[in-house]
């Protein structure tokens, strides 16, 4: 249970153990972390230091910084789309740690091409309307309403809208790069 005035809830930890099927007693053995400090984190009875979170973080596949932030009291993360233009598409974009959101508007034969935007991404795109074909190096697809694709971000690519389109584009952040 969460106090008040309580910054941060490790409950999460319990719903993560339990999701996995672990005990108690398998999350210390694979953190070295002891059960007594794993129990107390788990019913909010305690804080945890960094290298607690980063050992208890490798169990879930998760960083430090993960853990930190899922234990961070506040629930939701408010952003205002911002609203830009390129080469003939309309964007209102909304961006996060891990994920930006773009909804897009394009009118019949616009294009667009702007690789140095992305990061190591993944990329969806969602067509809501329209029709627009996607071009990467040694693909092409003919995206209708209704249909989506999936693809590395850092590879050339090229939106061409083949009508009057609306289409939302995700990127997120591949995990675990070095």
Same mark, same amino acid.
């Given at each position: *249970? $969460?106090?008040?005035?309580? +910054?941060?809830?490790f409950t999460?930890?319990?719903?993560?153990?339990? &999701?996995?099927?672990?005990?108690?007693?398998? $999350?210390?053995?694979?953190?070295?972390?002891?059960i007594a400090v794993i129990s107390k984190l788990e &019913?909010?009875?305690?804080?945890?230091?960094l290298e607690t979170l980063y050992k208890l973080g490798r169990v879930f596949g998760l960083t430090a910084t993960d853990m930190l932030a899922l234990a961070e009291s506040r629930i939701a993360h408010r952003k205002e789309? $911002?609203?830009?233009h390129s080469e003939g598409f309309r964007f209102q974009r909304i961006a996060y740690a891990n994920a930006s959101c773009y909804l897009a508007e394009?009118?019949?034969g616009a294009i667009?091409?702007?690789?140095? +935007?992305h990061e190591d991404d993944y990329e969806i795109c969602w067509i809501f309307d329209g029709k627009i074909r996607l071009t990467l190096p040694h693909?092409?697809?003919?995206?209708?309403?209704? *249909?989506? $694709?999936?693809?590395?971000?850092?590879?050339e690519h090229t939106y061409e809208a083949m009508e009057n389109s609306r289409m939302v584009i995700i990127h997120i952040r591949k995990a675990n790069r070095f």
């Open positions: *249970m $969460v106090k008040p005035n309580q +910054i941060f809830d999460f930890l319990r719903e993560f153990r339990k &999701r996995d099927g672990m005990t108690l007693e398998a $999350v210390s053995g694979k953190s070295g972390v002891s &019913r909010n009875q305690t804080t945890a230091e789309a $911002v609203a830009y394009a009118e019949a667009v091409s702007r690789p140095e +935007i693909e092409h697809y003919l995206l209708e309403r209704g *249909m989506s $694709v999936q693809f590395d971000a850092v590879q």
